[in-house]
């Protein structure tokens, strides 16, 4: 079994304050910081949700947008003493289904480019498995194919936190795997 990558997968729900938990823990992981945004604004809501984020980050920041080839952007960005800030792979995922993506090819890109990367990547995704199950065919294969993503990029890092109503649950490394059978 591989060590995993020193990276960072984020999760929470929607407004539970992981992307500011997130920008926090990047700042203090390395001087240079480059925030990948896979957001397209498509509407004056989320234009508005972008701007707010810009303007949460503040100064010091490099932005690079890419909305579908993630790992590439990744791989371009994530050099020593870098740290690269992916916002977020919910949004990536919904933009690499509605470009008829394969999900599967996206999934294994992405977390070879995590096992390449130089600097330290802190990835955030919704946590969206915890509802009721969808009505809808694409809803019910969003969920699913958000679930296995989160499942294979939670694998390849070294940490995975959850944040709740703002305050952070460490997932990953497991400080209680002694009790796991």
Not at 70 to 86: K, Q
Request: charged letters at 20%; aromatic letters at 4%; hydrophobic letters at 50%.
């Amino acid at each position: 079994m591989t060590t995993p990558a020193p990276h960072v997968l984020v999760l929470g729900g929607q407004r539970s304050g992981k992307s500011r938990y997130a920008a926090k823990f990047t700042e203090r992981s390395a001087a240079k910081r480059i925030y990948l945004a896979t957001a397209t604004a498509g509407d004056a809501e989320m234009a508005a949700r972008i701007a707010r984020h810009r303007a949460d980050r503040g100064a010091g920041w490099q932005t690079v947008e890419e909305p579908l080839d993630v790992p590439a952007a990744v791989l371009g960005s994530a050099r020593a003493g870098c740290a690269v800030l992916v916002d977020c792979l919910t949004l990536w995922l919904a933009n690499l289904m509605g470009a008829e993506r394969d999900i599967d090819e996206a999934t294994e890109a992405l977390a070879g480019a995590l096992a390449d990367a130089q600097g330290t990547v802190v990835l955030v995704s919704n946590e969206v498995g915890s509802g009721i199950i969808p009505a809808n065919a694409l809803a019910r294969a969003y969920a699913d194919a958000h679930g296995i993503l989160n499942q294979r990029i939670a694998a390849v890092v070294g940490r995975v936190i959850l944040v709740a109503a703002g305050l952070p649950l460490v997932l990953k490394p497991n400080p209680q795997a002694e009790l796991l059978p």
